[in-house]
């Protein structure tokens, strides 16, 4: 594990440690040797996007299959994780941006919606130390209702706006708006809006511990060996 002492990784460390089938090999986190993961089929990183790349090439050069939480990945950084995986054949990588069940239903719903409404927009709720805005759990999910909206040959939504103060309308990720709020209280929430012509249907997902994360982790570490090369979503684990 790395990102041990985090509060994600606390949870995935008593996870693994009460799973029979599963050994802990290593809980490691800041300024630990990362030496210290050799031995271990599966690495689980739950670190920052700040230092996951590093994590990343180490474990995929020694062998061992990540299984990423991690968040801030873009297409660049997949691609250099792809180019990597090919230079190290047999070792895989399965990053999820989120590991919750629930979540990653609500994402797959709000695919499933959204060709059927003119305008979709998302409001990303979390705590204020993350380090990332929007939450790759809103980037995804705008990806893959923009990739829908595409398909269904949807145009751009509508929107009169000519003037607005700087980040007013929020992130443009393939031209769905992702809005962030950062607010004390809050662990991870977000709310899908689609909106048609006199109705609006919202797709809501609270995460209400942490612990909620722990299931699809551990699937992951279980399954990551069957998955060839990279894997970005937790989706085909769970037959989506
Ligand atoms: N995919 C998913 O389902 C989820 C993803 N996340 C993502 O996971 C990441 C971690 O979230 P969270 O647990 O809340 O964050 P935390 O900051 O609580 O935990 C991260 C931990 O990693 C440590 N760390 C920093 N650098 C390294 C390193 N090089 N090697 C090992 N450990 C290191 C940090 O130490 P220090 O504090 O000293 O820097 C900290 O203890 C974020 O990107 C978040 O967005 C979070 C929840 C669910
Ligand atoms: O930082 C967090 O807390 C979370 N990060 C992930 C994200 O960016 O989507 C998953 C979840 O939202 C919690």
């Known amino acids: 594990m790395l990102g041990a002492r985090g509060r994600v990784g606390v949870e995935v460390c008593k996870a693994v440690e009460a799973a029979p089938d599963l050994e802990l090999v290593a809980a490691l986190d800041k300024d630990d040797p990362i030496?210290?993961?050799?031995?271990?089929e599966v690495v689980v990183d739950f670190t920052h996007p700040g230092v996951v790349m590093g994590n990343l090439e180490?474990?995929?050069?020694?062998?061992?299959?990540?299984?990423?939480?991690?968040?801030?990945?873009?297409?660049?950084?997949l691609a250099t994780i792809?180019?990597?995986?090919?230079?190290?054949p047999g070792t895989?990588?399965?990053?999820?941006?989120?590991?919750?069940?629930?979540?990653?239903?609500?994402?797959?719903?709000?695919?499933?919606?959204?060709?059927?409404?003119?305008?979709?927009?998302?409001?990303?709720?979390?705590h204020p130390n993350k380090a990332d805005a929007p939450?790759?759990?809103?980037?995804?999910?705008?990806e893959l209702v923009s990739e829908a909206r595409g398909k269904a040959g949807l145009g751009p939504m509508p929107d009169a706006t000519t003037t607005a103060l700087d980040g007013s309308r929020g992130a443009?990720?393939?031209?769905?708006?992702?809005?962030?709020?950062?607010?004390?209280?809050?662990?991870?929430?977000q709310e899908v809006l689609l909106g048609g012509d006199g109705?609006?249907?919202?797709?809501?997902?609270?995460?209400m511990s942490?612990?909620?994360?722990?299931?699809?982790?551990?699937?992951?570490?279980?399954?990551?060996?069957?998955?060839?090369?990279?894997?970005?979503?937790?989706?085909p684990l769970l037959d989506l």
Do not use: K
Request: proline letters at 3%; aromatic letters at 6%.
């Open 199 to 207: 109705e609006i249907l919202t797709l809501r997902h609270d995460t």
């Open 135 to 142: 939450s790759g759990t809103a980037r995804r999910t705008a």
């Open 210 to 235: 942490r612990a909620a994360f722990t299931p699809g982790v551990l699937l992951g570490v279980r399954r990551v060996r069957e998955l060839p090369g990279l894997t970005v979503g937790l989706e």
């Open 92 to 126: 895989n990588c399965l990053i999820a941006p989120n590991f919750g069940i629930a979540a990653v239903l609500m994402m797959h719903f709000a695919q499933q919606a959204a060709r059927y409404f003119e305008s979709v927009e998302i409001v990303e709720l979390h």
């Open 58 to 77: 180490w474990a995929i050069g020694h062998g061992i299959h990540p299984v990423v939480g991690t968040t801030g990945f873009d297409e660049e950084r």
């Open 35 to 40: 030496e210290g993961l050799e031995g271990a």
């Open 172 to 189: 443009d990720v393939g031209g769905v708006h992702v809005h962030a709020v950062r607010l004390s209280g809050l662990i991870a929430h």
């Open 82 to 88: 792809r180019g990597w995986l090919a230079a190290n």
